[in-house]
């Protein structure tokens, strides 16, 4: 059984609730548009495993050392973590082929800073894109989400309101 932290579209903010929402977490995702590295520094501090991907604003340091996708297991749920994805109905084009390739039951994205969590029948995977969790762009609400990954199942899901989005 594992604990998750998943996240996107900091653009370099931090907020020390990520490391209290997150404590007790064996991993954390993040769904790009990092922003610096430092970011993802103190997310290592909070949980042992740390992955992340680039997002569209991410350059420099961060867009050499984090990929646009990566693909892994977690217990016994394939996983596939990018940050431009669209989602059930709309995904950006390639997705649906990715998914079905790597069998992935779970696909994790940000870039919209819109909070989804949708169920594709169509291609048997579940959808998350956390939102985003820094100051940036048009979301009113900054969010988070956690979920435990036991074995096959994927459970527990929680959607963390940070509080409503301001300059």
Not at 32 to 60: H, K, Y
Not at 161 to 167: A, S, V, Y
Request: glycine share 12%; charged share 25%; proline share 3%.
């Amino acid at each position: 059984m594992k604990k998750i932290g998943i996240l996107s579209d900091t653009h370099s903010a931090w907020d020390e609730r990520f490391a209290c929402h997150f404590k007790g977490c064996d991993e954390i995702w993040h769904a790009g548009d990092i922003g610096c590295v430092d970011v993802i520094r103190r997310l290592e501090e909070v949980a042992p495993v740390v992955r992340a991907v680039r997002g569209n604003i991410d350059s420099g340091e961060v867009a050499r050392y984090f990929p646009e996708a990566l693909e892994f297991q977690v217990e016994g749920v394939k996983v596939f973590l990018t940050h431009i994805g669209g989602y059930p109905g709309r995904y950006r084009s390639g997705i649906p082929r990715h998914i079905v390739d790597s069998g992935a039951r779970l696909f994790v994205c940000g870039h919209s800073h819109i909070l989804k969590v949708m169920y594709d029948k169509e291609y048997g995977v579940l959808h998350i894109n956390p939102g985003a969790a820094g100051h940036a762009g048009w979301q009113k609400e900054r969010t988070l989400v956690t979920l435990v990954i036991d074995g096959e199942n994927m459970r527990d899901l929680e959607v963390i309101q940070l509080g409503k989005f301001k300059i």
